[in-house]
């Protein structure tokens, strides 16, 4: 038997490590040595029964720790039951080692790690095994904390701690001041505020513990607590101006503070004293110091100090109320109040030994006017007068040496008035009604107003009136006072008292006119304004009621009626008096006319025509029949003309209004007889023509009219034996007239015409339709004609540049066309033309050609247009030389337009013609001759001069 002793203590060994505050690596190693020697030194116990059989390996254990550190050394014992010896190995993984004890010593962190250990009897060669399966772990180690770099009072901050471990770590924290735990906290980050007691720094420790291993570490953090708290100001309370003051600011502050001082909107950086600490666990405190100077005045002035936390930079403040005493203050130099015109003195108080006075109105400087006068040291301002306007704030300045102080203040409120006195109201009153007035003034301080009108009186700004009394005017008089000044002004108001509406006028047409709408207008003279209404009536029958101040009436529903009232009823709209008005009219209307008669109606009967009409007041009739009018309702009409349809009109007015309506009635005339060209070739002059009487029957007569006169056969007009036809052998112009024939029937007998039935009495003549012939003619006689003149002639004669109205007159029937052709062109197709000659050449053909496009004929004018030109080119023809006693013949020529007359010169006297015949008789060398060509028309002259030897035959020289 072996005497197995176990090892117990290995945890017991853990515990005592535990407890430490720190640990290190190699520390629970030798600790572990320590306790394996121990195990050894007790093996000693052993034993068995000799000779006995072999057995074993059985009871095969591993003994040893079931969780390992990485980097810490283990041994691991077999053992097993086991006789007579038995052999040890280990596998771990793929490594054998022999013997009993295993070593093991891991470097890396893995899940687990399995030992085997396996026992082989050495005699028989049984073998057992056994396998432990051990927990890995590592750490802890790298413990460390992080967060913020202060605490801050009343406000939780938030730690995080970190370490390495495997498999993993968990985190217990303690928060501690000075040994003292104050909290305690688990998991990986904690978040505290400063505990309240705290008030420098609190530590912070974090323990990470390995889960599986419970080896543990540790670190601490300690952080200061940062804060700002109980601050206050030593404040005199009460300052005086132009005063220094010093002012303390204390304030509990850890670690450090920064101060900032405002007074009146201006900031000062306080300087700063730290007061040691006073007990351990208090606040530092901390002060600073202000040193101010008052120069403005003002009654009561706040002064704060802030305090900042220079870590944390949280500040606080305070304020204290100063109390501003002024030492020198404006005053009025009299008790009189200040009263707009007088004088009014302000005086600059409470200065010892001023350097300079200056005076500040409304924090503006003053300077000296002609109103405002400074006394010389400028202690007095005086306003001479005192004006409204120097209402306002008052201040002196005063500089004694530094600092310059501002005076208190001193309102000035000027007394005035009252000026403006107005009363506002109307300024006609209606009996019976009640009006409110008003009167305003300017004043300081406030006028008291009075009202009289007539005997009475009545305090107060406001007046509230009502005249019963009937009075031509009234005068109203508001008069104001001011208390103060004592002055007092008044207005006055005329007041027109009037009773009611005046002056009513209803203004519209003469009369009514059914179906047409009239405008009616009504006005009247009312205070403030008038209501209008209206009641427009006949027969005691209300036909319309309106409003407003016009109407439109429009009684076309009422045409029958006859006198109509329309009547205006003006009301005023306060005092509801009312005045009354109204017109009366006639009321017009017209429709409805008719022509009573026959339509149908035969030449030569009488028919009787009526025509009425709904006409009110009355009507007066017109009749028109054929370009003919005649008066009245009744018409007796002879139809003596002939035209198949003619209108009768009758046209009805009435007599009120003037308006009017007609009628028409298209009278058909059944006479069919009428006079017609036999053939449709017009009528044209020196051609024959025919004329046909035609109608239904064979008449009993023909006779022929022309112009009304009757025809008689000649040798160029002809009857057909019934006279049916007449016969123009050829036409003259003088045919032109009315042709018509008269036709005599025999017997009664009954005209059938369209729908009609008439009765023609035999043996009355009727007269036909009649044929109006206008012999077409001409062109004939064609002229050029200067506007205004005789024709032109042959030659018209025009100079150059010259515009001359020209005619082509011709005798036509209808208008012949006219064309106008010059120098071979065509000029115009106007009859008259306004005509300017083309020169060159100074001779041209102008001529009209007129055309007649019924008869088919032209005619023509013509003229030479000639312009004055010349004369040039005068020539002197014939012999060059003369004999004595000889006759020779010598012409003068020249181009000239329109001609040219000579006059030639010799033996100093002249000659005229073209053509003379010259002897010469003395014994001269030479002759000289001109001539001058002179145009007739222009009066322009030319010379040309020629000079021609004289001989003598018979001269022998003897
Ligand atoms: C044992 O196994 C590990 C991995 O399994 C291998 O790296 C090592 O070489 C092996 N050792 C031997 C002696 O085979
Ligand atoms: C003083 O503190 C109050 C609140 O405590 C804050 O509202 C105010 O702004 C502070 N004033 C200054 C000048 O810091
Ligand atoms: C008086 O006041 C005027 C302007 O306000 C200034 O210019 C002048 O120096 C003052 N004089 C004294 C003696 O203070
Ligand atoms: C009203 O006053 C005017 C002058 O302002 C005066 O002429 C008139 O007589 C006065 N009328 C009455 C009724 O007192």
Known sequence: MVLLVRIVGCCCCWTVCSSMDHHSAALPSLLLLACLAGFSTSETGAGGSVGETSYGPSSVEIDGVNVVTVGIPYYFEC??????????????????????????????????????????????????????????????????????TYLTDGVASTFSCSASCYPSCSYTWTVSWEGQQLSSHE??????????????????????????????????LTRPV??????????????????????????????????????????????????????????????????????????????????????????INTTVELTVIDPISVRATSEALPIAG??????????????????????????????????????????????????????????????????????????????????????????????????????????????????????????????????????????????????????????????????????????????????????????????????????????????????????????????VSVECKAQETLSHLYIENNLQLQLASLSNINIAGDSAVAIGSEYTYRCSAVCAPSCDFTWRFMGKIFEGDQLDLTISDYSKIEPLTCEAKNTLSNTTITATVNLTVTDPFSVRASSQAPPVAGRPFALLCEGPQEPDSITWLKNKNQMLASERVQFSPDNTTITFSFLVREDDGLYQCLVVEGENRTIHDNTLVVVVEGGVPNLSVGYLMEV????????????????????????????????????????????????????????????????????????????????????SAMTTVEVPDGPTNVVIGGPAALEIGVTASFTCSAECSPSCTFTWTLYGGTMTGSVIDITVNRHVSSESISCQAENTFTGQTATANETLSVSDPHWCGC
């Not at 505990?195 to 513990?209: F, G, H, P, R």
């Not at 030593?234 to 002012?247: D, H, I, N, Q």
């Not at 600073?288 to 003002?298: L, N, V």
């Open 342 to 563: 007088k004088s009014f003195s302000l005086q600059c108080v409470g200065s010892q030994n001023p350097a300079s006075i200056t005076w500040l109105k409304n924090k503006q400087p003053v300077s000296a006017s002609q109103t405002v006068h400074f006394s010389p040291d400028n202690v007095t301002m005086t306003f001479g007068p005192l004006l409204q306007a120097d209402d306002g704030s008052y201040q002196c300045v005063v500089a004694e040496g530094e600092p310059i102080i501002q005076s208190s203040v001193y309102e000035m409120q000027v007394n005035y008035g009252p000026s403006s006195v107005v009363i506002t109201g109307v300024d006609t009153m209606t009996l019976g009604m009640t009006y409110e007035f008003e009167c305003s003034a300017s004043c300081y301080p406030a006028c008291q107003f009075t009202w009289s009108w007539g005997e009475e009186t009545s305090p107060g700004p406001k007046l509230i009136l009502q005249l019963e009394e009937p009075e031509q005017t009234q005068n109203l008089t508001c008069t104001a006072l001011n208390p103060t000044t004592e002055t007092s002004v008044a207005a006055q108001k005329t007041l027109h008292v009037i009773d009611g509406p005046t002056n009513i006028h209803v203004r519209g047409p003469a009369f009514l006119t059914a179906g047409v709408e009239s405008n009616f207008t009504c006005s009247a003279d009312c205070h403030p304004s008038c209501n209008f209404s209206w009641i427009v009536s006949a027969d005691e029958q209300t036909l319309l009621v309106a409003q407003g101040s016009t109407i439109s009436v429009d009684l076309s529903a009422n045409a029958s009626l006859s006198d």
């Open 79 to 148: 053992t097993a039951s086991c006789f007579p010896g038995c052999k040890y190995s280990w596998t771990r993984g793929n490594v054998t080692t022999q013997g009993p004890v295993l070593s093991l010593q891991l470097l890396h962190t893995m899940p687990t790690e399995t030992l085997t250990c396996t026992v082989v009897n050495t005699a028989t060669g049984g073998s057992a095994s056994v396998q432990k399966t051990l927990q890995v772990t590592a750490g802890p180690s790298n413990i460390q904390i992080s967060g913020p």
């Open 187 to 220: 998991g990986e980050s904690i978040s505290f505020a400063p505990y309240q007691s705290t008030v420098i720094a609190e530590t912070l420790m974090c323990v990470a513990q390995d889960t599986v291993s419970h080896l543990f570490i540790s670190t601490t």
């Open 226 to 315: 940062a804060s700002v708290s109980g601050i206050s100001i030593e404040s005199p309370g009460t300052v005086t101006m132009g005063k220094t003051y010093a002012f303390t600011c204390n304030v509990a502050c850890y670690p450090s503070c920064s101060f900032t001082w405002d007074y009146m909107g201006k900031t000062f950086q306080g300087d700063q004293t730290e007061i040691p600490i006073l007990h351990k666990g208090e606040r530092r405190k901390f002060v600073s110091h202000q040193d101010i100077t008052f120069s403005e005045y003002s009654k009561i002035e706040h002064l704060t100090c802030v305090a900042t936390n220079s870590i944390s930079g949280a500040s």
């Open 776 to 859: 077409n003619y001409g062109p004939n006689e064609v002229l050029i004609e200067k506007a205004n003149e005789l024709p032109v002639g042959e030659v018209m004669l025009v100079q150059p540049g010259s515009t001359t109205e020209l005619q082509c007159s011709s005798q036509c029937f209808p208008a012949c066309l006219i064309t106008w052709f010059y120098q071979g062109t065509t000029l115009s197709t106007n009859a008259s033309i306004s005509f300017t000659p083309v020169i060159p050449p100074y001779a041209a053909a102008l001529s009209c050609i007129a055309s007649n496009p019924v008869t088919g004929q032209n005619g």
